[in-house]
Nanobody, 114 residues
Framework: QVQLVESGGGLVQAGGSLRLSCTVSGSISSILVMGWYRQAPGNQRELVARISVGGSTNYGDSVKGRFTASRDNAKNTVYLQMNSLKPEDTAVYYC????????WGQGTQVTVSS
């Protein structure tokens, strides 16, 4: 059973940066698209970024220009570099396939203070 483990979250001031990692307990080289999702309290989980096996990326409008997704297929890991963080980025961040096809991991909490 493939497991997803997210890490790298924390508390940061507005304007700061964080780098999230998602390690998959199996090979991701056969997973065409991986996605980063987030869920803020009271909100539905939303897709913020996705990255193809070849490295092509796509971002939600709210994070475009600030977040960068990457992946290392050899390490079975995907990353999300988050810059210029805003309080509205506060959420639990998750990775999964796109579309979602795996059991969700525990996520990693990102809190941005104003």
């Amino acid at each position: 059973q493939v497991q997803l483990v997210e890490s790298g979250g924390g508390l940061v001031q507005a304007g700061g940066s964080l780098r999230l990692s998602c390690t998959v307990s199996g090979s991701i080289s056969s997973i065409l698209v991986m996605g980063w999702y987030r869920q803020a309290p009271g909100n539905q989980r939303e897709l913020v970024a996705r990255i193809s096996v070849g490295g092509s990326t796509n971002y939600g409008d709210s994070v475009k220009g600030r977040f960068t997704a990457s992946r290392d297929n050899a390490k079975n890991t995907v990353y999300l570099q988050m810059n210029s963080l805003k309080p509205e980025d506060t959420a639990v961040y998750y990775c999964n396939t796109y579309p979602v096809n795996l059991e969700w991991g525990q996520g990693t909490q990102v809190t941005v203070s104003s």
